[in-house]
């Protein structure tokens, strides 16, 4: 790829966002054009600036957004995250990413994502407990159980969810007011098994997908050989439970660099050196590689568990792997998508592949509403039941569009990607719905 492609690719993750909905709706014939518009753009976007008492004495105003894409399934659902560099265009992106998720796993919500701007890394406990009690104030009830419904993303976490709850219900006393917000601890309303549903939802939906014999050369984990960009919660989770159904873990990556062994690294002892030492590099064994060559390291499954844009026009072409598992949201641009698909390489998309997190969250929401507390092999027997049937759906939609380009009636160039199937499933759910509760007034 030149370097003039390479400078003309848009990295702006809502760009990419449309651009994946408008390839989808090339394969929808029968929507109402006026729905289009409705369906990608957000529902409201709420900015708020406010001040806080730093500790040495100073104030600082700080500055969040709160992103409802579409609520015509049920109340937003997403998470806040904080970050210096967040925007509401990466927001919205977020936000519309979770409508579509919501509505292929069929679950009873829409799409919502909020971020502050801020550097976690150099705010104190109080800092944070201060602009998070402060944020949850100025949004006011625009969040709420049946309204939109806040989670951990980016630099958040169980304490940040702790609260965001408690100052809801210093706002809203005498109600129940836990399904306000998910992913907190155990002890408030937290879910069991929430901690590690996003890789364990993206492990029971690659068993499917394999199951279901649609990557070619691949139809097991075992043996398989799998890396993974990223060892955060999501990452580093997935190698562990990749690793548990017989999969070889040959490269890992952070923030800091990348390793790599043939012979299979053990996930939990490098989880280990990680936390001790800050950084997967350096485990005892293995080889240091960079980010780049981890992302084109020869496997059969690569699983990107960190950040967007990461597989682009500049290095799509040079991945081996079979088969790419998006843990992370928007990990690969279009044009990547576009390269991938001529060179055969299956991806599981985001929408599917990562959302066993919001599939927890929404079991969360449902035992904080019936004050239950269900037990672990019950939330993964459910969420291992609602991941087969997403990814059947989206494979049966993604024959059903093959079959279709196979006529030529489409006029398509090329066939439908699983990205593809998946957006198409959620586009007409969300277009149903809108439908049979028909167009108020
Ligand atoms: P996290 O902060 O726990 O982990 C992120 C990891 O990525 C860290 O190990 C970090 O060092 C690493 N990283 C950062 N920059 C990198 C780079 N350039 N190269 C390689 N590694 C890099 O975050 P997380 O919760 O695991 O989320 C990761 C991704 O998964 C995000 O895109 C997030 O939106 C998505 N996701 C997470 C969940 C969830 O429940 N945690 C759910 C759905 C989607």
């Not at 937003?76 to 936000?95: Q, S």
């Not at 070619?216 to 799998?226: E, Q, S, W, Y």
């Not at 960009?229 to 952070?254: K, M, P, T």
Request: negative net charge; hydrophobic residues 40%.
């Amino acid at each position: 790829m030149d370097t003039q492609t390479v400078h003309k690719e848009d990295l702006n993750l809502f760009t990419n966002a449309r651009l994946q909905f408008e390839r989808a709706l090339t394969w929808i014939d029968d929507i109402k054009v006026g729905l289009i518009d409705y369906l990608i753009n957000p529902k409201r976007t709420i900015h708020v600036r406010f001040p806080i008492h730093m500790d040495d004495g100073s104030i600082k105003t700080f500055h969040g957004f709160r992103v409802l894409h579409n609520r015509v399934r049920g109340p937003g659902k997403g998470g806040i995250r904080y970050h210096p560099n967040v925007t509401a265009a990466e927001v919205t992106a977020l936000a519309a990413f979770m409508t579509w998720k919501t509505a292929v796993v069929d679950l009873p919500f829409g799409g919502g994502k909020g971020g502050v701007v801020c550097n976690p890394k150099e705010l104190s406990r109080g800092e944070l407990r201060r602009i998070t009690r402060r944020f949850v104030t100025e949004l006011g009830d625009a969040i709420g159980p049946h309204t939109d419904i806040p989670a951990p993303d980016v630099y958040t976490d169980q304490q940040t969810m702790a609260w965001i709850y408690d100052t809801f219900d210093m706002m809203h006393p005498g109600e129940n007011n836990l399904a306000v917000v998910t992913g907190k601890p155990l002890e408030i309303g937290g879910s069991v098994g929430r901690n590690e549903a996003t890789a364990r939802g993206s492990l029971y939906a690659t068993e499917q997908l394999l199951k279901r014999g649609v990557v070619p050369g691949l139809d097991t984990l075992d043996g398989a050989r799998v890396a993974v960009q990223g060892y955060g919660n999501a990452g580093s989770i997935a190698a562990r439970l990749f690793h548990e159904v017989g999969a070889r873990i040959v490269a890992v990556s952070d923030s800091r660099g990348a390793i790599c062994c043939d012979d299979g690294l053990d996930p939990d002892t490098v989880l280990a050196h990680k936390n001790e030492t800050g950084s997967v590099v350096g485990y005892p064994g293995a080889t240091a590689i960079s980010n780049e060559e981890l992302l084109v390291y020869d496997c059969d499954v690569l699983i990107p568990a960190a950040l967007e844009c990461q597989i682009r026009a500049d290095n799509a072409d040079d991945v081996k792997a079979k088969l790419i598992v998006e843990d992370a949201n928007g990990p690969l641009t279009i044009a990547a998508d576009n390269i991938l698909q001529e060179k055969g390489t299956v991806v599981l998309p985001d929408i599917v592949a990562n959302a066993g997190g919001v599939v927890v969250s929404y079991f969360e929401w449902v035992q904080n509403l019936e004050n239950q507390q269900w037990d672990l092999e019950k939330v993964e027997r459910r969420l291992r039941k609602k991941m087969n049937r997403a990814v059947d759906e989206t494979v049966d939609c993604w024959n059903e569009l093959t079959a279709k380009h196979e006529t030529g009636l489409n006029g398509a160039e090329t066939g439908p990607t699983l990205r593809d199937a998946a957006l198409v499933t959620a586009i007409k759910r969300l277009a149903t719905v809108i439908l049979q509760r028909d167009i108020w007034p």
